[in-house]
């Protein structure tokens, strides 16, 4: 086990930056995703990371080893791709053996490694398969075992779920995280999936046009976000524009006018009157409701805000309900979700229907 450590790592292709000065580091046995949307980056950083790129600039360690001018064979690292890449002609065992024969283990050495694989993936008995009788979850957890079969210091994956369909993306998540915990390895995980990498991290770094924009465990990306755009593709966040109006520095709490209405926000970073910002809310932070209880006002901080609109759609995705309600002169609708046995009740209100929203947690964030 070892850990990992991305010093300054700067990468272009053409005059382009696929990377920027990114720095991260992942624990000695942590399983550290990265997560972004498509093209900021991940898999260069992967590829970085595994040796199978130089950057242009930066370094990569293993523990106090710099790795950086070391070819991806030397590193000893395990990956597992998107592609399920498995040799079509080779048995399950063949498969997973392939690593150990060349590097010349003893036959008997592999042959107990290969069984013990096959328990830690579930997958006794499946020995003498050919990849073409596997489905495509078998087939990823082979994948798992043949990275694992050379005792790899450090698991990297790259979007391995990414061809898999919802329900077996599901359950195999939460697999792989047993799988790499069981073994106690430093992991690497690339997703653009903000549920999968909620599910099993520990520690995420979100990345966005080749900059790191954020590291945290799930819980303080979720409720920390230091700019709209971990705001967003975290949290499903509403954004109202607005402009600061007054500053109460003591409580770090902004006046800001949106459209017409003046709402209370707790600022995020240096923010000054005048300023244009982003008001984020969360959809599970808005409740809605045909009259305004002033003791729920009272009892809630007293930064509670409270908008008068009219429901203009009802969604019932299943597990929540959203509605979608306009509000005058703000630019967009806002969308509160309800949770739990109170959905049911919300169903019987009308579109058009006028309504209070009472936002019981913001934040605001400066327009750059
Ligand atoms: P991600 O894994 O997040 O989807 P990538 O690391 O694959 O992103 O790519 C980052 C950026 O670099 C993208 O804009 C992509 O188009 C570009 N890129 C990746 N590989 C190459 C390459 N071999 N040549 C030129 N541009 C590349």
Known sequence: MVKVLVENVSKKYGDTYALREVNMVAEDGALVCILGPSGSGKSTLLRIIAGLLPPDQGRVYF???????????????????????????????????????????????????????????????????????????????????RALIIDPSVLLFDEPLGHLDAKLRESLKFEIRRIVKETGKTALYVTHDQSEAFAIADYIYVINKGVIEQGGTPVELYENPKSPFIAEFVGNTNFLKGKVI?????????????????????????????????????????????????????????????????????????????????????????KADVYGEDRYKYLSMNEGDKVYVLIHKSVAFKHS
């Open 63 to 145: 523990d106090d080893v710099d790795v950086t001018d070391l070819p991806a064979w030397r590193r000893n690292v395990g990956m597992v791709f998107q592609s399920i890449s498995l040799f079509p002609h080779l048995s399950v065992y063949d498969n997973i053996a392939f690593g150990a024969k060349l590097r010349k283990m003893p036959k008997d050495e592999i042959d107990r490694k290969v069984k013990d694989l096959l328990r830690l993936v579930r997958l006794d008995g499946y020995e003498k398969r050919k990849p073409r009788e596997l489905s495509g979850g078998e087939a990823q957890r082979v994948a798992i075992a």
């Open 246 to 334: 007054e500053i109460n520095r003591d409580e770090h709490v902004a006046k800001v006018l949106a459209g017409d209405v003046e709402l209370f926000v707790p600022m995020r970073g240096d923010i000054n009157i005048g300023d244009n910002v982003f008001i984020g809310i969360k959809p599970e932070d808005i409740k809605v409701s045909k009259q305004v209880d002033e003791n729920i006002v009272k009892k809630e901080n007293r930064y509670v805000n409270v908008l008068e609109g009219k429901l203009l759609k009802k969604i019932f995705i299943g597990p929540y309900l959203r509605l979608e309600i306009v509000i005058d002169n703000l630019e967009e609708p806002v």
